[in-house]
Nanobody, 115 residues
C-alpha cells in the first residue's frame, strides 16, 4: 500500500500564495507519476498539474503561469506552488500517486481564496 498525505491548504486572500505538499510513503515503485487535482463544490474533479514523465509538466489552462508543480524524488514528495490565487481556485486539492500496479489518492486539503 501507499500512503498519500497532502498538507499546506488554508484560507488566503485573492492575489496571495500558498504552497501545497504531498508526501507518498509505503510500497513506492518506480516509475511512478504524481499529480494534483481539485474539486470545487458541485463540480467534477479536474487535473490541476501533473508530471507525467521525466521533466514534462502538464497544467490546466486556468492555472498556467500562476501554479508550479515540482517534485523531490529522494523524498517522494511533490509540491504545488500557487501564486496570484483567485476565488475560483477555491476547492479541495487532492494528490494522486500512480504506478504500474497502484493508484492512490490523498484525503485532500482545502484551499479557500477570499475576494
Amino acid at each position: 500500500q501507499v500512503q498519500v498525505v497532502e498538507s499546506g491548504g488554508g484560507l488566503v486572500q485573492a492575489g496571495g500564495s500558498l504552497r501545497l505538499s504531498c508526501a507518498a510513503s509505503g510500497s513506492i515503485f518506480s516509475p511512478n507519476t504524481m499529480g494534483w487535482y481539485r474539486q470545487a463544490p458541485g463540480k467534477q474533479r479536474e487535473l490541476v498539474a501533473g508530471m507525467p514523465s521525466g521533466n514534462s509538466r502538464d497544467y490546466a489552462d486556468s492555472v498556467k503561469g500562476r501554479f508550479t508543480i515540482s517534485r523531490d524524488n529522494a523524498k517522494n514528495t511533490m509540491y504545488l506552488q500557487m501564486n496570484t490565487l483567485k476565488p475560483e481556485d477555491t476547492a479541495v486539492y487532492y494528490c494522486n500517486y500512480k504506478d504500474r500496479l497502484q493508484d492512490y489518492w490523498g484525503q485532500g486539503t482545502q484551499v479557500t481564496v477570499s475576494s
